[in-house]
């Protein structure tokens, strides 16, 4: 079983708003990604969690804050988020950091 | 130079017929390589790893060639569900991140 499983599916917040991205794998994968996709783009990566420890900001605002709860696990806090960071935000796993990742579905934001 | 450069395409094919994706990669220590597919508005699908050896699933082949660093993709006898678009992806190993090309898009035409 490979899958990564991403609520809520849609999210529209607006910009004072305070909500929460969830990924969730159950496949003992011990790396975890966070990844934002604009349209027509690859995906950007944002945070590596390793052994549910943060190892990689790639210079993320600080509006986008992260956080590994246990190793199945993955959040992602949104605050105060500007229109421009409406996009399809991705989660992934892998086994170890040089591994395939696998991708959830997506949470596909949008900030009015 | 980018780090992973891809032929954006677009690639309009028939069905049936034979086609070959590029890619090249700027960093000689990268350790992995896998070709992803990702349709429109879904997430990216693995669709195979890339062996020195080179790698055989149905219907695609993939090749390394370290020596001047590129990746390919072949697929044959292509159906109208290959259409979507094809990323070339690089695990440069000094960090636990793949580097991602911008992606090629297939269109297979009944």
């Known amino acids: 079983d490979t899958e990564v499983t991403q609520t809520p599916k849609h999210l529209v917040m607006g910009m004072t708003n305070k909500k929460s991205l969830k990924c969730e794998q159950h496949?003992?994968?011990?790396?975890m990604y966070w990844y934002k996709q604009k349209a027509k783009k690859p995906p950007e990566l944002m945070f590596v969690?390793?052994?549910?420890?943060?190892?990689i900001n790639e210079s993320v605002p600080s509006r986008f804050s992260p956080e590994c709860p246990n190793s199945s696990l993955l959040n992602l806090h949104l605050h105060a988020l500007q229109p421009e960071d409406s996009a399809l935000y991705l989660c992934?796993?892998?086994?170890?950091?040089?591994?395939?990742?696998?991708f959830g579905p997506g949470t596909r934001l949008t900030v009015t | 130079r980018k780090e992973v450069e891809q032929d954006p395409g677009p690639f309009n094919v028939p069905e049936g017929a034979t086609v070959a994706f590029n890619c090249t990669y700027s960093?000689?220590?990268?350790?992995?390589f896998f070709w992803y597919r990702q349709d429109c508005r879904k997430e990216p699908k693995l669709l195979m790893s890339?062996?020195?050896s080179g790698n055989e699933d149905g219907r695609f082949t993939a090749q390394l060639n370290r020596a001047s660093q590129y990746i390919s993709l072949l697929i044959r006898d292509s159906k109208l569900s290959d259409s979507a678009t094809y990323l070339c992806?690089?695990?440069?190993?000094?960090?636990?991140?793949?580097?991602f090309g911008s992606g090629t898009q297939l269109t297979v035409l009944p």
């Open positions: 992934a796993s892998s086994l170890e950091g040089l591994d395939e990742q696998y």
């Open positions: 890339v062996y020195s």
């Open positions: 496949m003992g994968h011990r790396a």
């Open positions: 969690y390793s052994y549910e420890k943060l190892s």
């Open positions: 960093n000689s220590a990268s350790q992995s």
């Open positions: 992806v690089v695990h440069s190993g000094s960090a636990r991140q793949l580097t």
